[in-house]
């Protein structure tokens, strides 16, 4: 069988591992690097690769192309792929406000050239035994929830100007958007948001640390905490093991969520249920959920080659990273109103103003 030639743009962080994991996956070759810039060139060379200097000039005959690129280019670029005809894979966030990803969700329901965002941890073994156990009734309804994201990046990181620009960089835009898609996989919609923030330890103009409440459709609340200035092993990178070769996976969690029938961390898929009645005087077992190790990045391009196929519809579609920028911007827009803000839905979930509440 023809294998399906991907290309990917943005040589960088996380367009490596795009690289390698469309290398690795026996149904997919590696097309082409774009990347105008050092980094990419290099990339290219190290992975026996072609090499680009901008995605016009790839070969008509490939089948895809992931956009791994700063997030102000991936509208730009995802709607000129689209509009030639090329699947695309577009990592998150879809693009810096909910308007501009509107009018891309638009573009690829006109055009039928699909899209898939690069929220790969739905893609992740232990995120899809906590969705089943959801679905299936076992968790019953989200009552409240606890989420750490503690990210001590290094300085070195923050080099990269749109880093620590704000609109383009901060934990808020670029990791807290994780977790929003997570929620909204699990859990349902989110319709209000509250959200304090602070810059003092690195004086960028962008946060460094924020703590963020959300509220989802069937009334239950989640507490975030968020930083990338702090040390501490509670957050998904740093205890899912999904990407070791960046990240050593520590035995932690970072999602404690509780439902009506039962309590479930990750990435440990502990699984709290009374033994008897439903009363906190009684006590509680752990059977742990079920999972087989699956690389959620391999997952993530196999996926996108049976979407580009027409095999598989996206995991992730367009309109979800519109819905997920939709509730950064009410965030940010709490933030900025110092009060928490409605997410109204609307048709797609994609290009909903936030409103700010008068409580
Ligand atoms: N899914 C994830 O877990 C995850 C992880 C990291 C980053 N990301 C996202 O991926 C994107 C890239 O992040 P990163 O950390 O790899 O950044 P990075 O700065 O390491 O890499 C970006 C690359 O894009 C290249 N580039 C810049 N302008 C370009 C252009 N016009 N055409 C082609 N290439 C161009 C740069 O030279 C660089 O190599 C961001 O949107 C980020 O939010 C997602």
Redesign the pocket.
């Given at each position: 069988m023809k294998h399906t030639r991907i290309a990917v743009?943005?040589?960088?962080?996380?367009?490596r591992t795009h690289a390698v994991a469309i290398r690795d996956y026996a149904g997919t070759e590696l097309a082409g690097i774009?990347?105008?810039?050092e980094?990419?060139k290099a990339l290219a060379a190290e992975m026996d690769s072609p090499h680009f200097t901008k995605f016009e000039d790839l070969p008509d005959d490939i089948d895809g192309v992931v956009i791994?690129?700063?997030?102000a280019?991936?509208v730009p670029q995802a709607t000129a792929l689209i509009e030639a005809g090329i699947p695309v894979l577009v990592?998150?966030?879809l693009g810096e406000n909910a308007a501009a990803c509107a009018d891309l969700v638009a573009l690829s329901k006109r055009t039928g050239v699909p899209g898939l965002v690069?929220h790969?941890r739905r893609h992740n073994p232990i995120v899809q035994a906590a969705k089943q156990a959801v679905d299936q009734g076992r968790f019953g309804t989200l009552v409240s929830g606890t989420i750490a994201a503690t990210l001590a990046k290094p300085d070195s990181y923050f080099t990269?100007d749109w880093r620590r620009e704000k609109g383009a960089g901060g934990p808020i835009l670029?990791n807290l958007i994780?977790e929003i898609d997570l929620v909204r996989h699990l859990f349902g919609e989110i319709t209000e948001v509250f959200a304090l923030a602070s810059n003092r330890q690195r004086g960028f103009d962008v946060e460094d640390t924020a703590a963020v409440m959300l509220k989802l459709t069937g009334g239950g609340l989640i507490t975030i905490s968020l930083t990338d200035a702090g040390v501490g092993p509670w957050c998904w990178d740093t205890t899912a093991g999904e990407n070791p070769a960046r990240f050593p996976a520590m035995p932690a969690v970072s999602h404690m969520f509780s439902g009506t029938k039962a309590g479930m961390s990750l990435p440990d898929l502990a699984f709290w249920t009374h033994d008897g009645a439903r009363d906190w005087t009684v006590p509680q077992v752990n059977t742990p959920l079920e999972t087989a190790p699956q690389d959620s990045y391999i997952e993530q391009i196999r996926h996108f080659a049976a979407v580009i196929h027409g095999r598989e519809t996206p995991r992730i579609t367009l309109e979800d990273g519109a819905a997920n920028i939709a509730v950064i911007e009410a965030i940010r827009h709490a933030l900025a109103e110092n009060r928490p803000a409605r997410i109204d839905p609307l048709p797609q979930n994609a290009a909903s103003e936030p409103k700010a509440m008068m409580e």
């Open positions: 743009i943005g040589g960088g962080a996380i367009g774009v990347d105008p810039f980094t990419g791994a690129t700063p997030n280019l991936h990592e998150k966030p690069g790969h990269v670029i994780h």
